[in-house]
């Protein structure tokens, strides 16, 4: 089956297609809700958090364009991943420096923790407004409307800082590594 002739079975309401598109982009998903939700929750919370976004598409797959069925469900995986951490009020400090050994390679978390450094350092030194937008964004994982509304901003505003904010972190990050 075509992702095409998929998508036209599911918008028909076709189980097989949903299966279809389980099948295909399950890992993709899990990879998206996990880069979110990092170690805050187990394999259980990924695999209920990307059964949400499937779910989503069954029931909106009317709204989905062909062209568009991929990003459409990194889109989702996202919201439900900071949707579910919000539910469960985890927050992590970017005050915190918190080595966590698991088995895994010293070395790789000693690198790990290097890059969340310098990227902390990066965000604290950004201009207060810029910080309080990023921060909220994506450490709080608050809606743009949210934000710009609370900040007294447009939501364009919003927009163009946390592009420009990227662009000068992914700079400032270069220059040092």
């Not at 929750?41 to 909106?60: G, I, K, N, P, Y």
């Not at 743009?144 to 946390?162: D, F, H, M, N, Q």
Request: glycine content about 4%; overall charge neutral.
């Amino acid at each position: 089956m075509t992702e095409a002739t998929a998508l036209l079975r599911l918008q028909q309401g076709k189980e097989d297609a949903l299966v279809w598109f389980i099948n295909k982009y399950t890992a993709y998903v899990c990879t998206v809700i996990r880069y979110i939700i990092g170690t805050s929750m187990t394999e259980e919370d990924v695999e209920e958090t990307a059964s949400d976004v499937f779910l989503a598409l069954w029931e909106q797959a009317d709204r989905v364009a062909l062209s568009t069925v991929r990003p459409w469900l990194g889109g989702v995986a996202r919201n439900k991943a900071r949707q579910k951490l919000r539910e469960r009020g985890l927050t992590l400090s970017l005050d915190e420096d918190i080595l966590v050994v698991d088995g895994t390679d010293l070395e790789e978390d000693l690198a790990r923790e290097e890059r969340d450094r310098l990227v902390r350092a990066a965000v604290l030194a950004m201009e207060p407004t810029d910080r309080a937008i990023f921060l909220r964004y994506y450490y709080h994982c608050q809606p743009i409307a949210l934000i710009a509304r609370e900040l007294k901003l447009p939501v364009s505003t919003v927009k163009s800082r946390l592009r420009r904010g990227r662009e000068k972190l992914r700079a400032k990050l270069e220059n040092i590594v």
